[in-house]
């Protein structure tokens, strides 16, 4: 049932400027065969990867917003960074080349070993050049914003005028805009004859999470949202969703509850962006199942942590449960050579 709660945050949510770059609402899909196959609740996907321009994924619905307010404000350059296979930076270029705006990228170096020779060129890698992104390397200190912030002061100092996405599009602006996935989530599962007992996704630099928390709590206050961390830093992951979800929530002129921040652990594998076994039986096993493609470092993750707690019995075969495919797909070509799929008999 469409609640009151519902009705506020929409409205609130139709006071802050986007530009309606991305195809909304994404689809959301039984997966029939993958329930079946793990004897657990009823699964279902949000197919955040399918939100459109350049190979979708789930920063696009942030920078609908985020970006509104670099046209706003007048830029004519926008600076962000990430890890060379980053979906983050792929969407900022992508959107940046949309727009006709001038896209300069900070690609830390160094927080991964290059798992594959392709690595470097191929996947996100090869769609930043051909979204005409600036590239230029920088070391990975930990600090993911410091090297992002001087590109866009020396870049200021040459004459442009720069705005800065932060990495992963993470910030208030960017969890108000995932605040309404779960407005979408309600509206489709109540279609489709289903309250879903928990929304599982891969969470990472946060803002997804604090938006979904801060969404659901309007639209589904019943409903669990569940964060598997892909940094291996869950302390830092709950922290940052924390923390931006109460300033989505100040924007939005509402409350967070951040006793609902659920982050789980243990499921990043030895390192982020490393691939392991867990991680290839899942990106095999939605491919195979049900032609879902995911990506070694985020959605392979997500979707690897939600079958370990399956298995260890969270929920029944009469619960709902939404995996959020939070997009990622180009990286898969960027990791082939470890992935170690074997083809069929
Ligand atoms: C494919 C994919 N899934 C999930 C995430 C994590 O989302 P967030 O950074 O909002 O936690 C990212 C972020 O980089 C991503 O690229």
Not at 24 to 48: D, H, I, N, Q, Y
Not at 303 to 329: C, K, P, Q, Y
Request: overall charge negative; aromatic content about 6%; charged content about 20%.
């Amino acid at each position: 049932m469409i609640t009151k709660n519902i009705a506020l945050l929409e409205e609130r949510l139709s006071t802050i400027p986007r530009l309606g770059l991305t195809d909304l609402p994404t689809p959301l899909e039984p997966l029939p065969r993958l329930s079946a196959a793990l004897g657990g609740p009823k699964l279902w996907v949000k197919r955040e990867d399918c939100t459109g321009l350049g190979f979708g994924g789930n920063k696009l619905r942030k920078l609908d917003f985020v970006l509104r307010d670099a046209v706003d404000s007048g830029a004519d350059t926008v600076v962000s960074g990430g890890v060379v296979q980053s979906n983050s930076q792929r969407q900022v270029a992508a959107a940046a080349a949309k727009l006709g705006l001038e896209c300069h990228l900070a690609v830390y170096q160094g927080r991964l070993k290059p798992p594959t020779p392709e690595y470097e060129r191929s996947g996100n890698a090869l769609l930043n050049r051909f979204y005409g992104a600036h590239l230029y390397d920088v070391p990975w200190t930990g600090d993911r914003n410091e090297a992002i912030a001087s590109l866009s002061r020396r870049l200021g100092g040459e004459g442009r005028n720069p705005y800065v996405v932060p990495y992963g599009v993470s910030n208030g602006l960017g969890a108000v805009a995932y605040s309404e996935t779960a407005i979408e989530i309600a509206g489709q599962a109540q279609t489709l004859g289903f309250t879903p007992d928990a929304i599982v996704h891969c969470t990472g630099s946060a803002g997804t999470q604090a938006g979904l928390v801060l969404g659901a709590s309007h639209a589904l206050p019943e409903t669990k949202i569940v964060g598997i961390d892909i940094d291996a830093e869950p302390e830092r992951v709950r922290e940052d969703v924390v923390s931006y979800g109460h300033e989505a929530a100040q924007l939005l002129g509402l409350e967070f509850d951040q006793d609902k921040v659920e982050v789980v652990a243990g499921h990043a594998g030895p390192a982020y962006g490393v691939i392991h076994d867990a991680t290839r039986e899942a990106i095999g096993i939605a491919a195979r199942l049900e032609a879902l493609l995911l990506d070694p470092v985020y959605s392979g993750k997500g979707l690897a942590g939600l079958m370990a707690l399956i298995r260890e019995g969270r929920w029944s075969d009469r619960d709902n449960v939404v995996f959020v495919h939070t997009g990622g797909t180009p990286a898969l070509f960027a990791y082939g050579s470890v992935l170690d799929i074997q083809a069929g008999p």
